[in-house]
Structures are given as C-alpha cells and as structure tokens.
C-alpha cells in the first residue's frame, strides 16, 4: 500500500507559482531519497510544462485555470500528472508534429521528452491530463 508521505500534490495558478512549486517538487524528492539528477529533472519537466500551460493555455479565454499536479514516488519509478482546464493539447502530438533539425526549436518539449521513460497524454470530461514517468 503507498504511504500518503509518497504523494505530493500542489496547484499551480500563475508562474510565480511554477518555480516555488519546482522547487518544492525537487526537495520533496530529495527528501525521498532520490538522487540530485532524478529530483532535478523531475522539478524541470514539471516546469516545463506547467510554464507553457500557464504561457499558452491561460490566456485563451476569460475562465479561471490551474494546472494540479501530482507526484507519487515508489520504488522503482516517479509519476508526475499534470492536470489543467485548459484548451485541449497534447504535448506528445505537438513533439510528433514538430520535429526539428534545430536544437533551439521546441527545446522545452524536447529537453522532457529525453528526461522521461515515458509520457503520455488523455484528455478526459474536458481536462488535459498528462503523465511523465522517471524511472529511478
């Protein structure tokens, strides 16, 4: 059974936000026991994303969002979900859609996408969830 200690869960609202939260995401690792590097990129993806959610999913209308996220670290693997209200997008199709001979193009996305094992996008009763896993 997972310990409540193994989740940590945190709304985002604007990015002031994002960078306490990627820092809280990365010393709640830490605290863990993840090593620096997985506690880093975790913190980073979730940035990431988040930012460019708050970036380009706020402002497209006059609704209220957020972006919850949530991190459960077990033995062998990190889960992060990202959930906002947001215009429907899937990251893992704009990446497919977007593939660029330039390493500055989409550096975010690209700079996950080699950090996790896995990602995978569903959009569910009109909310984008996205799911990273980090093996550890």
Do not use: W
Not at 7 to 23: P, R
Request: proline share 1%.
């Amino acid at each position: 059974a997972m310990k409540s200690s193994d989740v940590l869960e945190m709304s985002i609202v604007d990015m002031n936000t994002v960078i306490k939260s990627s820092e809280d995401i990365r010393q709640f690792c830490l605290s863990k026991g993840l090593s620096d590097r997985i506690s880093t990129q975790l913190s980073l993806c979730v940035e990431e994303i988040v930012a460019n959610t708050i970036k380009h999913g706020f402002t497209h209308d006059d609704h209220e969002h957020n972006a919850d996220v949530r991190l459960i670290v077990d033995e062998d693997k990190c889960v992060i979900r990202i959930r906002d209200n947001c215009i429907g997008f899937d990251p893992t199709n704009y990446f497919e859609l977007h593939k660029s001979d330039s390493p500055t193009d989409h550096i975010g996305i690209r700079m996950v996408m080699k950090m996790v094992n896995e990602i995978d996008y569903i959009n569910s009763l009109g909310l984008n969830n996205l799911y990273m896993i980090i093996n550890r």
